[in-house]
């Protein structure tokens, strides 16, 4: 049987997290409405008060799982102050949840390049002039930002602001969650171990 095709009693049988990972996400595209990608990013400030936002993840593999924000931003600040974050990805059509945590490496300046590069052009100018999680006086300040750097880089390649980079979550854990009646559910817990494997560990619902 392949990783696709696992029922919710049968993702016990997968032997590492990613390829599991890569199955139950290839079903949220063809399920969730929008943004199967989407998932909540828990950080913690400097006071160590937690926070979580929602974020697109825009790749992964067997190193972890990457996305893309401004490093001035409150979640830049807080992941460059600890360099620790977690996600959970919650799939309700599907009835399925995955949390992982771990240390947080940046991104090669080629991956961000190259990522940057395929955003839409106006998302490429809103890097610019948003100063993502500070004051805002008004919209119209947004606006004239915007059109400022609009006129700016009326022609030609948009370079990446410096400021603007990405983060990939090298997971320690990754667990796989699986709703189930009477609330009995399928809960596996995937932990790296000393020779750079996986241990795997069903828990209590």
Same mark, same amino acid.
């Given at each position: ?26 079903? !949220?595209? @063809? ?8 998932? =909540? /990013?828990?950080?913690?400030? *400097? %006071? ?80 610019? !002039?948003? @100063? ?8 119209? =300040? /947004?606006?004239?930002?915007? *059109? %400022? ?57």
């Amino acid at each position: 049987m392949s990783e696709t095709e696992l029922t919710s009693g049968d993702f016990a049988e997968a032997a590492e997290p990613f390829r599991l990972f890569a199955a139950w996400l290839d079903d !949220a595209t @063809k399920s969730e409405i929008n943004d199967s990608n989407s998932v =909540a /990013l828990a950080t913690v400030d *400097a %006071e160590g008060m937690p926070n979580v936002r929602m974020v697109l993840l825009k790749g992964f593999d067997e190193s972890g799982f990457v996305f893309y924000t401004n490093f001035e931003s409150a979640k830049g600040r807080e992941i460059l102050g600890s360099m620790k974050a977690a996600m959970c990805f919650h799939w309700k059509s599907l009835r399925r949840q995955v949390r992982a945590r771990g240390p947080v490496e940046i991104v090669t300046e080629a991956e961000a390049d190259a990522y940057y590069a395929t955003r839409p052009r106006g998302s490429r100018i809103g890097a610019w !002039a948003s @100063k993502q999680s500070r004051p805002l006086e008004s919209r119209f =300040a /947004l606006e004239k930002a915007v *059109a %400022e750097y609009t006129a700016r880089h009326a022609i030609g390649e948009i370079p990446r602001p410096k400021h603007w980079s990405g983060f990939r979550i090298v997971p320690q854990t990754i667990e796989f969650w699986h709703d189930r009646p009477f609330r009995l559910h399928d809960r596996i817990v995937f932990s790296r171990n000393a020779e750079g494997g996986w241990d795997k560990t069903r828990l209590y619902p």
